[in-house]
């Protein structure tokens, strides 16, 4: 049980590596889409926005599939969130001071939220994926079986 519970959380050296890579590109990457235009949030109070929730979700579902660490899935939904709220904070912000923006950018409260919601999204997100991989393992499996 502790050796599951272990590999599922770190999983292996290599993958917890590409986990690392996975998330600071998926950060990169929604930044970049929200700076550019690619990704929006159209008023009102944002929590959570849509468009870096899907990307984190869908990168954590790879995350599951390929049989990574549940940490980093954890770890690539809270980089879609980071990636947003920099956006937010450096070029959204403009009459703030550079302190201020990192105020914003490091503020306990959108923290605290984003990492729960990365837990919540990222463990459900991570487990469709690995019960997809274990899906098709068995579909294949019973394919050559019979």
Same mark, same amino acid.
């Given at each position: 049980?502790?050796?599951a519970l272990h590999s599922i959380l770190f999983a292996e050296?290599?993958?917890r590596r590409l986990d690392v890579l996975i998330a600071a590109v998926v950060a990169?990457?929604?930044f970049v889409m929200y700076a550019t235009g690619g990704f929006s949030v159209d008023g009102g109070v944002v929590f959570l926005p849509s468009d870096a929730t899907l990307v984190g979700a869908v990168a954590a579902a790879g995350i599951g599939y390929r049989r990574g660490s549940? %940490?980093?899935?954890?770890v690539t939904v809270f980089g879609a969130y980071i990636g947003f709220f920099a956006e937010w904070a450096f070029l959204g912000l403009s009459s703030h001071?550079?302190?201020g923006k990192l105020a914003f950018l490091f503020d306990p409260v959108s923290l605290g939220l984003s990492a729960l919601a990365a837990?919540? %999204?990222g463990t459900i997100s991570f487990a469709v994926g690995y019960l997809a991989v274990r899906g098709v393992n068995t579909i294949s499996e019973g394919r050559t079986g019979s």
């Open positions: 049980m502790r050796e050296r290599f993958e990169v990457g929604t549940l %940490i980093g899935a954890w001071t550079f302190a837990v919540v %999204i």
